[in-house]
């Protein structure tokens, strides 16, 4: 299924074919290409080069970690993600380790790392749908955790299945047109909401 953005300006091939589906295929992800995203991940920049955030990874074939996952996600969550073939949960480190100052950018790396996994994960053929719907504490105590990390988002990541394949909710939403906001809704000049064109 053609999923490409219709962009008003040129921009990457691969950003214009990344796109979160709900629906994945039963087909794994081989572990080179997971070690592939990992890596992706970690040339991601980030503030005083601190890399504060942690990935930590189950796949299907690992029955017991990939539930123990999946119980980290809210139901809503849970109800379509169970079929993707990989979980990742997203931690973030929120203080410096060089002087435990705290790291007002470590989401926002984090966020940055997590966009490196989508551009590789799409030049692969796979398809990462990122959730902020998790159960931060649950995580915190089955994974063990330290308190100054946070457990922040989810991803799930595989091959998109076949729209038709899918029970109707989520074929409909699989189907629906992508849609984003104009640039003069969020590219300002000279003032806020002022747009720069």
């Given at each position: 299924m053609n999923k490409e953005a219709s962009s008003d300006h040129p921009i990457h091939e691969l950003i214009r074919k990344r796109w979160s589906p709900y629906g994945f295929d039963e087909r794994s992800v081989s572990k080179q290409d997971i070690d592939a995203l990992m890596e992706a991940a970690r040339w991601a920049p980030s503030s005083y080069n601190e890399q504060p955030w942690s990935f930590i990874v189950a796949t299907r074939d690992d029955g017991e970690r990939f539930d123990q996952l999946l119980s980290?996600?809210?139901d809503a969550n849970?109800?379509?993600a169970k079929a993707a073939p990989v979980l990742v949960l997203c931690c973030t480190r929120l203080k410096f380790s060089r002087n435990g100052k705290p790291n007002a950018a470590a989401t926002h790396d984090l966020g940055l790392a997590a966009g490196n996994i989508c551009f590789e994960a799409t030049a692969r053929g796979l398809s990462v749908h990122q959730m902020i719907g998790i159960h931060s504490d649950k995580a915190r105590e089955v994974f063990e955790v330290p308190e100054d990390i946070q457990p922040l988002t989810a991803m799930?990541?595989?091959y998109a299945a076949d729209p038709e394949s899918l029970p109707e909710e989520l074929k409909q939403r699989d189907q629906a047109t992508r849609q984003r906001k104009p640039l003069s809704e969020f590219v300002?000049?000279?003032k806020w909401g002022h747009p720069a064109n």
């Amino acid at each position: 299924m053609n999923k490409e953005a219709s962009s008003d300006h040129p921009i990457h091939e691969l950003i214009r074919k990344r796109w979160s589906p709900y629906g994945f295929d039963e087909r794994s992800v081989s572990k080179q290409d997971i070690d592939a995203l990992m890596e992706a991940a970690r040339w991601a920049p980030s503030s005083y080069n601190e890399q504060p955030w942690s990935f930590i990874v189950a796949t299907r074939d690992d029955g017991e970690r990939f539930d123990q996952l999946l119980s980290c996600l809210v139901d809503a969550n849970q109800a379509w993600a169970k079929a993707a073939p990989v979980l990742v949960l997203c931690c973030t480190r929120l203080k410096f380790s060089r002087n435990g100052k705290p790291n007002a950018a470590a989401t926002h790396d984090l966020g940055l790392a997590a966009g490196n996994i989508c551009f590789e994960a799409t030049a692969r053929g796979l398809s990462v749908h990122q959730m902020i719907g998790i159960h931060s504490d649950k995580a915190r105590e089955v994974f063990e955790v330290p308190e100054d990390i946070q457990p922040l988002t989810a991803m799930a990541i595989g091959y998109a299945a076949d729209p038709e394949s899918l029970p109707e909710e989520l074929k409909q939403r699989d189907q629906a047109t992508r849609q984003r906001k104009p640039l003069s809704e969020f590219v300002f000049s000279g003032k806020w909401g002022h747009p720069a064109n």
